[in-house]
């Protein structure tokens, strides 16, 4: 028997804590891990510069992991949201059972895939420089060992977003992170295994995690064999997610190697300002994550008018938390490069794109927030259209231009100001159209 979810709230002051409610554990799930790399490299930095090195190469590659963790998250949060929407809680947590099956067969695939391929990748993103390359490879190969427990417990997080739990995704990430960042030094000096100790640890706090949200999953007493026709859908969802996530890559991997063809300080500037970038579409995310996990209840209640309340309520929250941001961003653009470097070249540089950043986050602000409401509604293939026609059409023309005509660090900027700008006036159309918002327990 379905059990009953709560009726939208439409009070201003209740749906405002509503959605802070699920943001904030939110972001601190998102920037644990982060945070945790910031500690790792912190540790393995004093061991010298060769398995610094080969932390960063290693990391990098490592990156695919948590990009398809992020995209088996989105896509179970908008499907077990419909279902508890629609008042049936086992059938919101049967869509994490069988996200759980695809996230574990995809870890193995990576598992796999890394200790045959970890020398090749490795030399592969190193470059000359066989040293680092070798030392990068032994550690991908033991950190690799996490990746099913990173997928499982992002897609535990998926559908406990998605029957709006969110504080226990905060214990089983963060819990994990923290012993992690005790054990990692632990391994590195006093036990002695160097370089590999990192990779041991993370590993280590990866499964524990994965091994809590399938704890959680067993805790709910639903059935735990994999259904493949569900999984395929979910396959679907997840192929629209990763085509979507293939056009920012591209555009961003494009900007890093334009910014590098006119020089060392204004990749350097470029490095600083698009840094600071994802740190405040860590926090947005946050809220598009809410939007996400409320969109989709609502919809599966057949409560549309409820859906685009909380849409525009989100993204009026939103847009103010990047208004918000662009104030601090440009009162403190004489100071705040200055703590990523002393180089009065890479500050100049700084300087011609940080007009562009400031303008570009009240954008982001509604940008992020209406995704979140997109994919929460289950209107992937919409976004993933308007994104891959974005930079295709907008966004990669225009920076490759900007290389052409010389337009420097300024180009680059405008160029990803237009990318957003496309998006937002896109998401605007959809959202105004009404077409997103359709009802039921399954879209």
């Known amino acids: 028997m379905g059990q009953s979810t709560a009726p939208l709230d439409r009070d201003t002051g209740a749906s405002v804590r509503r959605i802070v409610g699920l943001a904030l554990p939110a972001l601190v799930v998102l920037a644990a891990e982060p945070l945790y790399v910031l500690v790792d490299t912190a540790v393995v930095g004093h061991l010298g510069r060769i398995p610094l090195a080969a932390l960063a190469i290693g990391g990098t590659v490592m990156t695919i992991a948590a990009w398809i963790g992020t ?242 309520r989100v993204t009026v929250i939103s847009g103010v938390c990047g208004v918000g941001f662009a104030v601090l961003i440009g009162v403190g653009a004489g100071v705040i490069p200055t703590w990523f470097s002393a180089d009065p070249q890479v500050r100049d540089q700084a300087m011609i794109a940080w007009p562009w950043f400031v303008a570009m986050l009240p954008v982001a602000g509604l940008v992020f927030a209406l995704d979140g409401v997109l994919i929460g509604a289950g209107d992937v293939r919409y976004l993933r259209n308007v994104t891959i026609a974005a930079a295709l059409g907008a966004f990669l023309p225009a920076i490759w231009t900007g290389y052409l005509l010389d337009l420097g660090l300024g180009g680059i900027w405008a160029g990803l100001s237009l990318f957003m700008v496309v998006r937002l006036a896109t998401l605007l159309w959809r959202i105004r159209s009404g077409r997103w918002a359709v009802v039921g327990a399954v879209r």
Do not use: K
């Open 71 to 312: 995209v088996v998250a989105y896509g179970t949060t908008g499907r077990s949201a419909r279902r508890f929407g629609a008042g049936d809680r086992a059938a919101a947590v049967a869509e994490g059972v069988q996200a759980s099956w695809l996230a574990l067969a995809a870890g193995l695939v990576l598992v796999l895939g890394i200790q045959i391929g970890a020398e090749p990748l490795a030399r592969a993103v190193a470059g000359s420089g066989p040293d680092v390359a070798e030392t990068a490879a032994h550690w991908l190969r033991v950190a690799s060992l996490g990746a099913p427990g990173l997928l499982l417990a992002a897609a535990g997080n998926g559908w406990l977003r998605g029957v709006q739990d969110t504080r226990r995704p905060l214990y089983f990430v963060l819990g994990p992170n923290l012993l992690s960042a005790v054990l990692c030094p632990v391994l590195v000096y006093p036990v002695g295994l160097g370089l590999v100790g990192s990779a041991v640890a993370n590993a280590a706090a990866q499964t524990l995690s994965g091994l809590l949200f399938v704890g959680a999953l067993i805790t709910e007493r639903v059935s735990l064999r994999p259904h493949p026709r569900m999984i395929a859908r979910q396959l679907v969802l997840s192929r629209d997610l990763l085509l979507r996530g293939l056009a920012f890559q591209a555009s961003f991997l494009s900007a890093t190697a334009v910014a590098a063809r006119f020089g060392a300080a204004s990749v350097a500037a470029h490095q600083i300002a698009i840094q600071l970038w994802f740190f405040t579409a860590l926090v947005l995310d946050a809220l598009a994550i809410a939007a996400q996990s409320l969109i989709g209840a609502a919809l599966g209640g057949d409560d549309a008018a409820g859906a685009r309340w909380l849409a525009r």
